[in-house]
């Protein structure tokens, strides 16, 4: 089956109107747990069948698009929808929810995907009860990566999503239970709700996740390809799926591989220069900047995978950490979503 996907701006389209973006963030020591870091602006994407001449043609065969990213750098998953539907998000061949290896299945149990809309975004994998475990891009080679470290093997990096839209009936008993709702007041929710694409943002030509066409090019260099390792302990649920996992279609509408490039071969490869490297937490909570805070009190937490919680941080392979130290004063958080109710005395 086709697999398309668009590019609509630093965004990816998926079918059934998902849409994927990748967030600049800042990395968190790698002890204590901390609220939600903010976001610094998006990555910036690009299709590989655009430079056919300059990337690697293990990239070329896999197709797909490519972000730049600096080594520890962080990053966090922005998701929107339109209506209900199951991403699956892998790090190499890890799903990032589950622990297990990547399959084209969709499984409830234990759950491999995020439920769209109610899932806003994603900041790592789920390797803890109510909290998760920081995305931060290692080179391969090491055994730092959450691939590298479950499978034993680092062979793909870069991270893969796919969405399952709803199947027709259950697609036709959502429109009607939508009616139904609009046809009666509702009091107003409040919410994170993801920004929507810039103004007069045109969007590429749909691409498919199938390998691309390699035609004449001149032989490529060898990948210096990336992966997503585990950094600190920041407090976000992954939500249980109300639905029955045979509510989505059983083969995945749209998927697509997104290749991690380092700083310095992103330039080699596009000609435009990386973005610049993001601040330390320290730094940021120096400047009083806020985090934040995502209750949602209508949402159950997925339990934590037993394999992402025996991920251990890049500061094992990569001891830096003497620049990123733990934030010496208070954190000013943001409350997002429902608030939970405080009891009182009484």
């Not at 090491?142 to 034993?152: F, I, N, R």
């Not at 940021?284 to 995978?305: C, I, K």
């Not at 958080?333 to 009484?346: A, E, F, M, S, Y």
Request: hydrophobic content about 35%.
């Amino acid at each position: 089956m086709a697999t398309e996907v668009e590019l609509v701006g630093d965004a990816l389209k998926l079918p059934g109107q998902v849409r994927v973006t990748f967030i600049r963030t800042l990395r968190l020591p790698e002890t204590g747990t901390y609220p939600l870091p903010p976001g610094l602006g998006s990555f910036p994407l690009r299709r590989v069948a655009d430079y056919p001449e300059t990337v690697p043609e293990q990239w070329r065969e896999r197709g797909g698009v490519m972000l730049p990213v600096y080594q520890r750098e962080a990053m966090w998953l922005r998701f929107s929808a339109h209506a209900p539907a199951a991403l699956k998000v892998g790090v190499g061949k890890v799903c990032a929810i589950s622990g297990k290896p990547w399959s084209d299945t969709l499984v409830g149990k234990p759950q491999n995907y995020v439920p769209l809309p109610q899932q806003p975004w994603l900041d790592g994998i789920n390797s803890g009860k109510g909290t998760v475990r920081q995305f931060v891009a290692m080179p391969l080679g090491l055994g730092a990566t959450v691939e590298g470290q479950v499978t034993g093997s680092e062979q793909w990096g870069g991270i893969q999503v796919a969405v399952h839209t709803l199947t027709e009936t259950a697609r036709a008993a959502w429109e009607a239970e939508q009616r139904a709702r609009s046809a009666r007041p509702t009091p107003i929710a409040y919410g994170a709700v993801p920004p929507p694409a810039p103004a007069g943002a045109a969007p590429s030509p749909a691409y498919s996740a199938a390998p691309a066409h390699p035609g004449s090019v001149p032989t490529a260099r060898k990948a210096r390809a990336m992966g997503l390792g585990a950094g600190g302990t920041m407090r976000q649920e992954i939500y249980t799926d109300p639905r029955p996992v045979t509510d989505y279609r059983s083969e995945a509408d749209g998927r697509i591989f997104v290749h991690l490039v380092s700083a310095a071969e992103w330039h080699e490869i596009t000609g435009e220069p990386a973005p610049s490297t993001p601040v330390t937490a320290h730094s940021y909570a120096e400047h009083g900047l806020p985090w934040f805070d995502y209750y949602d009190s209508d949402a159950e937490d997925l339990s934590p995978s037993d394999d992402l919680a025996a991920v251990r941080p890049t500061g094992d392979w990569l001891t830096d950490e003497g620049h990123n130290p733990v934030p010496d004063q208070p954190l000013p958080v943001i409350q997002l979503g429902d608030k939970p109710v405080q009891d009182g005395k009484w």
